[in-house]
């Protein structure tokens, strides 16, 4: 089964499935794998610390796979960053993905080089910013989520099918998806991808020691001390950091909630999501999105959706 939607003429891969930035497991070997797979693979420019580590991990991205791949800025966790967005231009990077502040500034630089920009939000309301803003596509993350998150963040449910009615560039569903059944729902709810950030951390080729792994496969995500920081709730001072941002017209989702971390330290990532309650073995990037693929596409014509399934050589898919 073909799986070409917006998002992956957009971005001229195979699968609709990207990896997320990873601040402390993303490296090239990942990247490599995820982008090899079909996918698109992501470096994290705050994993690199400085440009000049940055420039020479795309040119080692760039010597062991000629597919498209991705590096994300995310300004919100270092202004400093910006400093990247020099290389990531000379380096003519495919995709670039900013994430969490609203990114108008670079965006314009980004498209000015010819590069494809992808922003990352919280909110639809965010999501239509980015999209007025110039974004060729937005991701959504829902608080099913791992990493920084908005006060203001909804389930991914909900946002998807929100963003469905509002967005008409390329939409990008994350947060808790990571098999077969989560994508198809990302799918159904008018998403034209995923972005996988914690069922990626898991794979074969994550740096992540295997023992941490372990640990987060075998994660009971309702246990407390996983659903705790996952689907902590907002504090007043949360909500009102967010008004506050939300008031300073440049600034938005700057406001995330401190209890997004606060992760037991042997999961070893310092965030998580709740894709741990269906992510149980490690396998290879390509055996992922393998799996997914091949899981949803049987889905569609064995298994059926509520009683329907749809018959071989009619299905629009491709
Ligand atoms: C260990 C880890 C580190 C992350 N670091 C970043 C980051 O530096 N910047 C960013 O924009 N998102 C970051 N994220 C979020 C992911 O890119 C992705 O959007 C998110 O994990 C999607 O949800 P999922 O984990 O349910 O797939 C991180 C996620 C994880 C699990």
Same mark, same amino acid.
């Given at each position: 089964? +073909? ?5 992956t003429?957009? =971005?001229? /891969?195979?699968?609709?499935v ?13 990247a490599a794998?995820?982008?090899?797979a ?5 470096l ?7 440009p000049?580590?940055?420039?020479? &991990?795309?040119?080692? @991205?760039? !010597?062991?796979?000629d597919?498209?791949?991705a ?5 919100t966790?270092?202004q400093? @960053?910006?400093?990247?967005l $020099?290389?990531?231009i000379?380096?003519?990077?495919p ?5 969490? *502040?609203r ?9 000015a080089?010819g590069l494809?920009w ?15 803003d110039?974004?060729d596509?937005?991701c959504? #993350?829902?608080? +099913? ?8 963040? @909804?389930?991914?449910l909900?946002?998807?099918a #929100?963003?469905?009615?509002?967005i008409? /560039?390329p939409v ?5 998806i990571? *098999? ?6 990302a799918?159904?709810?008018g ?5 996988l950030?914690?069922?990626f951390?898991?794979?074969? +080729?994550s740096?992540?020691? $295997? ?12 246990d ?11 504090t007043?001072? !949360? @909500? ?9 017209k +440049?600034? #938005?989702?700057?406001a ?9 330290q042997?999961a070893?990532?310092?965030?998580i ?11 290879t990037?390509?055996? =992922?999105?393998g799996?997914?693929? &091949?899981?949803?596409? *049987?889905?569609?014509t ?6 329907f399934?749809?018959?071989?050589g009619?299905d629009?898919?491709?």
């Amino acid at each position: 089964m +073909e799986w070409q939607t917006p998002m992956t003429r957009l =971005l001229k /891969i195979r699968y609709p499935v990207m990896q997320g930035a990873l601040a402390v497991v993303s490296d090239v070997n990942l990247a490599a794998a995820v982008s090899e797979a079909g996918g698109l693979g992501m470096l994290t420019a705050w994993t690199q610390r400085r440009p000049e580590k940055l420039s020479q &991990a795309i040119r080692e @991205l760039r !010597d062991r796979t000629d597919r498209p791949f991705a590096v994300n800025l995310s300004p919100t966790m270092d202004q400093g @960053l910006l400093k990247m967005l $020099d290389v990531i231009i000379d380096e003519k990077v495919p995709v670039v993905e900013t994430a969490g *502040d609203r990114a108008l500034a670079y965006g314009k630089r980004i498209k000015a080089a010819g590069l494809t920009w992808i922003h990352k939000v919280h909110t639809v309301k965010h999501a239509m910013t980015a999209q007025k803003d110039g974004a060729d596509a937005v991701c959504i #993350m829902g608080l +099913e989520g791992a990493g920084l998150k908005s006060p203001m963040i @909804l389930t991914t449910l909900v946002s998807i099918a #929100m963003a469905a009615e509002k967005i008409t /560039i390329p939409v990008i569903a994350a947060g808790g998806i990571g *098999d077969a059944r989560t994508f198809l729902g990302a799918l159904a709810l008018g998403a034209d991808g995923v972005q996988l950030g914690s069922a990626f951390c898991l794979v074969k +080729e994550s740096k992540l020691p $295997d023992s941490r792994k372990q640990v987060l496969i075998k994660a009971d995500p309702y246990d407390p001390k996983w659903r705790g920081p996952i689907l902590a709730s907002p504090t007043a001072a !949360d @909500l009102q950091q967010v008004q506050e941002a939300e008031g300073t017209k +440049e600034i #938005m989702g700057a406001a995330h909630r401190a209890e997004s971390f606060g992760f037991p330290q042997e999961a070893g990532t310092g965030t998580i999501s709740l894709a741990i309650g269906f992510v149980n073995r490690v396998v290879t990037a390509k055996e =992922l999105i393998g799996e997914i693929m &091949a899981g949803a596409g *049987d889905i569609l014509t064995n298994k059926g959706i509520g009683g329907f399934k749809l018959v071989p050589g009619t299905d629009s898919g491709s």
